[in-house]
């Protein structure tokens, strides 16, 4: 229902052409608490994520009844079993998040709250234990709650669920009044472009008068008598009747209580359903075959034509077909003031760390409207930054005057700070990557000083003790390390260097084990499949390049990328989840999404909207909504909200 935005509009244009300016400005503040946000359902469901993750339960209890009351209210009963175990699964998700984050006063407080509605109930019988177990994602009973795939599949279900249930809700004559207008304008086409043929006909029977016109002829207007407009029912009763199966028990949903089946087959089984949608006026989108990751419904509302005002969702469907990607909408967060070096998601996608070269750093949200949280202060620029792996909350970020901190974005605080009092290998240096380790709570740091002296180096964050320096082989203490990121287990670490070469770091033996001759001067940016056997990495001759790790480094393919003079930091382009699509920073005027084919990169969709050239991106599959950043010169970062193949 993202026509829903449009129709906003039209309302607010009509009210401000009759100067009802009181009604107006009621009407623009009811938009601003608007619990609905639009009825986009990727903005909802990110709206009980942000409530989740900043452990508010209140207002995700608030939330919850909004919709009971409003919208679920008006269902029929046999769908309610569903309702009650999506509600289930939604507050259990909350728990886990808080347990996984050591926040045991939240989980406190959640049973002293919530005992009173869940007493009783035999769902939650043996989740009154959690708050004394240790080690509960190891419990039998919980272990498949702490798990990803639990959590993504139950936010897929949520998503889709909600998409169908504003399918099939009754919606205001308004609505619907531009489907109507173009099955009118269809009709007329159609009729136009038969008188024309009719009339051409005539002008050869007055030719030849014993002419008879074709059989074709009597066919086409027997076409258009037995033609008329379907009425919304039987789509109606079919998106009823996908409901009712999430009532009944769905295998790929973890809100039914049983035990999950694996990945693949819930990916299969996800699949099947989507295959069965057909693409209609007003029905589904079809998903692709070949996806591997689960989707959200594409059912953004079908019966929409608009994401913006002036844009028509017919003309964006055409372009989908030939690209699969659909850009919803784009939002431009202004909060910097000189350009971006940085701007990073953390795991989830709920919160983005952007920092500029007047060393500011920005701690925001991306949805559903860009919103500064805090802002961190500090007299260099901050050259990286990453988000520890271990726990969301946390951050750390280097500086070009060699200072090393540790960020709290729960507290909106600084924890410590790391510089030459505390280690000297980090006087006089500028802090060019960091990366956090998936497994371990450390994370390194690669820098170089005034003379021209690299280091790599590992710490522990907690202790914020050096735990080693490590070398790249014989005779290069010169080579600077410009981008690192470990592998799955975090027993390797990649790295590119300034000699243009792409390195393995054996973490346990302190050794350099592989190295591959990449590109024509120095590495900036490197990224790795999710199978971790093929590397990317992009230079500064322009080029990315694709290497086979497993091969010894053989080139896969080489490609030029355009306007990469742009980029000269760790984010000149980022992979997506599924290793086949490429968000490119190399432009000026916005960034690029690639498809990554055997030996070439087919430009799939441009996102415009920068007026300098770009310096940094970055996206987050979360939720299965792809969410891109593009950052500039300017300070300016561009959000982009896409639905993905």
Same mark, same amino acid.
């Given at each position: 229902?993202?026509?829903?935005?449009?129709?906003?509009?039209?309302?607010? =244009?009509?009210?401000?052409?009759?100067?009802?300016?009181?009604?107006?400005?009621?009407?623009?503040?009811?938009?601003?608490?608007? @619990?609905?946000?639009?009825?986009?359902?990727?903005?909802?469901?990110?709206?009980?994520?942000?409530?989740?993750?900043?452990?508010?339960? !209140?207002?995700?209890? =608030?939330?919850?009844? &909004?919709?009971?009351?409003?919208?679920?209210?008006?269902?029929?009963?046999?769908?309610?079993?569903?309702?009650?175990? /999506?509600?289930?699964?939604?507050?259990?998700?909350?728990?886990?998040?808080?347990?996984?984050?050591?926040?045991?006063?939240?989980?406190?407080?959640?049973?002293?709250?919530?005992?009173?509605?869940?007493?009783?109930h035999i769902e939650w019988k043996e989740w009154f234990m959690l708050p004394y177990i240790k080690n509960p994602e190891e419990h039998n009973t919980f272990s498949v709650h702490f798990t990803k795939q639990w959590q993504d599949t139950f936010l897929v279900s949520l998503h889709n669920f909600l998409a169908i249930i504003y399918q099939v809700i009754p919606q205001p004559a308004l609505s619907s009044y =531009?489907?109507?207008?173009?099955?009118?304008?269809?009709?007329?086409?159609?009729?136009?472009?038969?008188?024309?043929?009719?009339?051409?006909?005539?002008?050869?029977?007055?030719?030849?008068?014993?002419?008879?016109?074709?059989?074709?002829?009597?066919?086409?207007?027997?076409?258009?008598?037995?033609?008329?407009?379907?009425?919304? =029912?039987?789509?109606?009763?079919? #998106?009823?009747?996908?409901?009712?199966?999430?009532?009944?028990?769905?295998?790929?949903?973890? %809100?039914?209580?049983?035990?999950?089946?694996?990945? +693949?087959?819930? %990916?299969?089984?996800?699949?099947?359903?989507?295959? $069965?949608?057909?693409?209609?006026?007003?029905?589904?989108? $079809? &998903?692709?075959?070949?996806?591997?990751?689960?989707?959200?419904?594409?059912?953004?509302?079908?019966?929409?034509?608009?994401?913006?005002?002036?844009?028509?969702?017919?003309?964006?469907?055409?372009?989908?077909?030939?690209?699969?990607? /659909?850009?919803?909408?784009?939002?431009?967060?202004?909060? &910097?003031?000189?350009?971006?070096?940085?701007?990073?998601? !953390?795991?989830?996608?709920?919160?983005?760390?952007?920092? +500029?070269?007047?060393?500011?750093?920005?701690?925001?949200?991306?949805?559903?409207?860009?919103?500064?949280?805090?802002?961190?202060?500090?007299?260099?620029?901050?050259?990286?930054?990453?988000?520890?792996? @271990?726990?969301?909350?946390?951050?750390?970020?280097?500086? @070009? +005057?060699?200072?090393?901190?540790?960020?709290?974005?729960?507290?909106? $605080?600084?924890i410590w700070e790391l510089g030459n009092e505390e280690c000297s290998l980090l006087a006089d240096s500028r802090i060019l990557s960091l990366c956090c380790s998936p497994t371990e709570c450390t994370v390194t740091c690669s820098t170089v000083n005034s003379e021209g002296l690299a280091k790599l180096l590992l710490y522990d964050i907690k202790s914020r003790k050096l735990e080693h320096s490590y070398t790249?082989?014989? !005779?290069?203490?010169? #080579?600077?390390?410009?981008?690192?990121?470990?592998? &799955?287990?975090?027993?390797?670490?990649?790295?590119?260097?300034?000699?243009?070469?792409?390195?393995?770091?054996?973490?346990?033996?302190?050794?350099?084990?592989?190295t591959w001759e990449v590109h024509n001067g120095s590495v900036y940016a490197i990224h790795l499949t999710p199978d971790h056997n093929t590397c990317y990495s992009l230079g500064a001759d322009h080029k990315l390049h694709r290497i086979n790790l497993a091969q010894k480094g053989e080139l896969v393919f080489s490609a030029l990328l355009q306007n990469c003079h742009s980029v000269h930091g760790t984010q000149?382009?980022?992979?997506?989840?599924?290793?086949?699509?490429?968000?490119?920073?190399?432009?000026?005027?916005?960034?690029?999404?690639?498809?990554?084919?055997?030996?070439?990169?087919?430009?799939?969709?441009?996102?415009?909207?920068?007026?300098?050239?770009?310096?940094?991106? +970055?996206?987050?599959?979360?939720?299965?909504?792809?969410?891109?950043?593009?950052?500039?010169?300017?300070?300016?970062?561009? %959000?982009?909200?896409?639905?993905?193949?």
């Amino acid at each position: 229902m993202s026509h829903i935005q449009h129709l906003d509009e039209l309302v607010r =244009e009509y009210l401000l052409f009759r100067g009802f300016t009181i009604t107006l400005k009621s009407f623009d503040g009811e938009l601003k608490v608007d @619990k609905d946000r639009g009825f986009r359902v990727d903005r909802i469901v990110d709206q009980f994520l942000l409530f989740i993750n900043n452990y508010d339960l !209140n207002s995700l209890r =608030e939330l919850w009844a &909004h919709f009971d009351q409003k919208i679920f209210s008006k269902l029929e009963h046999e769908f309610t079993p569903g309702l009650r175990k /999506l509600e289930t699964s939604l507050f259990k998700f909350y728990l886990v998040n808080a347990v996984a984050n050591n926040k045991s006063d939240k989980v406190n407080e959640f049973f002293t709250k919530m005992t009173p509605e869940i007493q009783g109930h035999i769902e939650w019988k043996e989740w009154f234990m959690l708050p004394y177990i240790k080690n509960p994602e190891e419990h039998n009973t919980f272990s498949v709650h702490f798990t990803k795939q639990w959590q993504d599949t139950f936010l897929v279900s949520l998503h889709n669920f909600l998409a169908i249930i504003y399918q099939v809700i009754p919606q205001p004559a308004l609505s619907s009044y =531009e489907e109507e207008a173009t099955k009118l304008r269809r009709l007329q086409e159609e009729n136009d472009a038969l008188k024309h043929k009719l009339a051409t006909l005539s002008q050869c029977a007055n030719v030849v008068p014993d002419a008879v016109p074709p059989l074709d002829i009597m066919d086409d207007f027997y076409i258009i008598a037995q033609e008329t407009p379907t009425s919304g =029912e039987h789509q109606s009763k079919s #998106l009823k009747s996908i409901i009712r199966t999430i009532g009944g028990g769905l295998p790929t949903s973890p %809100i039914m209580g049983r035990k999950p089946h694996s990945q +693949d087959e819930q %990916i299969g089984v996800h699949k099947q359903h989507s295959s $069965k949608r057909h693409i209609s006026q007003g029905g589904w989108i $079809k &998903h692709s075959s070949a996806d591997t990751v689960p989707k959200r419904s594409l059912s953004l509302d079908s019966r929409s034509r608009h994401t913006t005002r002036d844009v028509s969702l017919d003309n964006e469907r055409k372009s989908t077909k030939k690209d699969n990607f /659909l850009l919803l909408s784009q939002e431009k967060m202004t909060a &910097h003031e000189s350009a971006i070096t940085q701007c990073k998601f !953390n795991a989830l996608g709920s919160l983005v760390a952007s920092c +500029d070269v007047d060393g500011i750093i920005k701690l925001w949200s991306p949805s559903p409207t860009p919103k500064v949280l805090s802002t961190f202060q500090f007299r260099n620029e901050i050259e990286a930054l990453s988000w520890v792996s @271990k726990n969301e909350r946390y951050f750390i970020s280097g500086s @070009k +005057d060699g200072k090393l901190r540790l960020h709290d974005s729960k507290e909106n $605080k600084t924890i410590w700070e790391l510089g030459n009092e505390e280690c000297s290998l980090l006087a006089d240096s500028r802090i060019l990557s960091l990366c956090c380790s998936p497994t371990e709570c450390t994370v390194t740091c690669s820098t170089v000083n005034s003379e021209g002296l690299a280091k790599l180096l590992l710490y522990d964050i907690k202790s914020r003790k050096l735990e080693h320096s490590y070398t790249l082989g014989e !005779n290069h203490s010169g #080579l600077t390390v410009n981008c690192c990121l470990f592998n &799955h287990n975090g027993s390797l670490l990649i790295v590119g260097c300034s000699d243009g070469t792409v390195r393995s770091i054996d973490l346990r033996n302190s050794e350099c084990i592989e190295t591959w001759e990449v590109h024509n001067g120095s590495v900036y940016a490197i990224h790795l499949t999710p199978d971790h056997n093929t590397c990317y990495s992009l230079g500064a001759d322009h080029k990315l390049h694709r290497i086979n790790l497993a091969q010894k480094g053989e080139l896969v393919f080489s490609a030029l990328l355009q306007n990469c003079h742009s980029v000269h930091g760790t984010q000149g382009f980022s992979l997506h989840q599924s290793g086949k699509h490429i968000l490119s920073a190399c432009g000026n005027s916005g960034a690029s999404i690639y498809q990554v084919s055997n030996n070439s990169l087919q430009l799939m969709l441009h996102l415009e909207g920068h007026r300098s050239p770009l310096t940094a991106c +970055d996206w987050s599959m979360a939720n299965q909504c792809a969410t891109c950043l593009s950052s500039s010169r300017d300070g300016k970062i561009k %959000i982009s909200t896409i639905l993905t193949p």
